[in-house]
Each structure stands twice: as structure tokens, then as C-alpha cells.
């Protein structure tokens, strides 16, 4: 599905702290944890220091001058290749503007992006109870089932 002609993307920067807290705070409504996106935002030096990082990469989803979804994710440069590949770590839309080809705008902006820095692969999670998840990159990419592990840091 083409996003709908009222969308645009913008790859978001060092000067945009208030669309990217606008983006932090519809993550946590599409995600129903606004606890973890808004009740400790990291302050403007942090942000900006961030969104100016090269290997950060923040796409809001913009309708009407306010964020309708978003993408956050990093590039990973590979030691084997002179080579990245980029992992999307965040990716949601708004409730009311889902189905309108929006996260799959966000994903084609971010292939776009990856090709320009000679990047060979995208990679996402999904959790297994998320079918809409799953329904969107199977679409657009090939699974793999893996195990993921969390080590905490002491």
C-alpha cells in the first residue's frame, strides 16, 4: 500500500528535540507504556547529541505538522566488511493513522538511507504475539527465528 499523499517523511536532527519528544510520546501511546517513553526523557543536550549522531537514525511520519509515526533505529558498522547493516529498534504509528502505509513509508525512507551508506541488510524484531508485526515484515523481508538473550550490566 502507497502511504496516503498526506504523509510525509522527515529524517529527523540535532535541532528537532520537540517533533522527536512529540515521537517519544506517541511511542509510549502505541506501545501502552508512556511510563517508559515519557516519565524520564533524557534532557536536550543528550537528545541532540543523539539525533547528530551519525549512526542514529530517527524518521517521523508527519501529517498536518504533527508526528504520526516513527522509526528509531542505529547503524552498525560491520569489522568483517566494509559494510553496515541497520537494526530498527523502534518502529509505530499512531492509532489513527494505521493502515495507511505509513510504517511501510518509514521502512522504504530507511532502506533508502541504508543504501546510501552501503548498508546490505535491515533487521527488526518482532515478538511472537504481535501479528501486525509480523504481518508487515513478513511483506516486506524473510524471517528468521532466534533466540534473544538480555545480560545485565552490573
Do not use: N, W
Not at 72 to 92: M, N, P, Q, T, V
Amino acid at each position: 500500500m502507497a502511504p496516503d499523499p498526506a504523509y510525509s517523511i522527515r529524517h529527523l536532527q540535532a535541532g528537532d528535540l520537540a517533533l522527536f519528544r512529540q515521537m517519544l510520546d506517541m511511542f509510549g501511546e502505541a506501545f501502552e507504556d508512556r511510563d517508559a517513553y515519557t516519565a524520564a526523557q533524557p534532557d536536550d543536550a543528550y537528545l541532540a547529541r543523539l539525533l547528530g549522531d551519525e549512526t542514529f537514525v530517527a524518521l517521523a511520519a508527519m501529517r498536518d505538522g504533527a508526528v504520526a509515526g516513527g522509526l528509531a533505529g542505529y547503524e552498525l558498522r560491520k569489522f568483517e566488511r566494509a559494510r553496515s547493516e541497520f537494526y530498527i529498534y523502534d518502529l509505530a504509528v499512531a492509532a489513527a493513522d494505521r493502515r495507511q502505509g505509513v510504517a511501510t513509508a518509514l521502512i522504504e525512507a530507511l532502506k533508502t538511507l541504508a543504501q546510501a551508506r552501503g548498508a546490505y541488510v535491515i533487521f527488526v524484531q518482532a515478538d511472537l504475539v504481535d501479528d501486525p508485526a509480523i504481518a508487515l515484515y513478513t511483506k516486506l523481508g524473510c524471517g528468521e527465528t532466534v533466540l534473544h538473550f538480555d545480560i545485565a550490566v552490573p
